[in-house]
């Protein structure tokens, strides 16, 4: 019996380790569906880039180069990351896991309408190869993807900053800062993040 208690002292410590380590490794989801983001955007772009050189084989468009650009929501907070590859091709991806330990072990989502491909399309339009960002020639500007959900429908915006004020690139029309609190249609792109393997990066 005393050896057993030994026994049992002795394994006890290494276990709460492993899993304080494993909680390290990926923190529990939080209410809001946000996990926080480890590392700076210019360490997610490091690394997403290097992800798309290791993955050119599966990526259905031709493409010779790739710019990857950090994106924020409405609460200035880095949240995605825009995939803008040349001649043809984008994606954005949500940062949906991060390690403190290395931004290696960072998980990211492709939005679900997608279907792994690196164009825009719906019901009412043909695909669309280049971002709104690049074609509004906006790079060098602060970019945001702004998340709707009211009653009129749920997805993203793709904006910048104005005065007071965002700039919808789709509509180049302007949305209060508080568009979140409004129950209004607004032009957008029809897409979401999901947490599940089909969808994952």
């Not at 931004?103 to 690196?118: D, E, F, I, T």
């Amino acid at each position: 019996m005393k050896n057993k208690k030994k026994l049992f002292w002795l394994i006890l410590p290494f276990t709460l380790i492993m899993f304080a380590l494993l909680f390290l490794r990926y923190p529990i989801m939080p209410t809001n569906g946000t996990y926080k983001v480890f590392h700076s955007p210019k360490k997610h772009v490091e690394n997403v880039t290097t992800l798309i050189h290791q993955k050119k084989d599966t990526i259905d468009v031709e493409w010779e180069d790739v710019e990857v650009t950090p994106l924020y929501n409405y609460k200035d907070n880095f949240n995605y990351l825009l995939v803008d590859l040349y001649p043809q091709g984008f994606t954005i991806l949500k940062v949906i896991r991060t390690s403190p330990f290395s931004v290696k072990a960072s998980q990211y989502a492709m939005p679900s309408v997608y279907g792994r491909h690196y164009y825009y399309s719906d019901e009412d339009t043909s695909p669309q190869y280049t971002s709104i960002y690049a074609e509004r020639d906006v790079k060098n500007e602060k970019l945001y993807l702004l998340q709707v959900k009211n009653s009129h429908g749920h997805g993203h915006i793709p904006a910048i900053k104005g005065d007071n004020c965002y700039i919808n690139l789709l509509t180049l029309e302007e949305i209060p800062l508080n568009y979140y609190e409004i129950d209004e249609p607004y032009a957008m792109y029809e897409w979401w993040f999901a947490y599940m393997v089909a969808f994952r990066f």
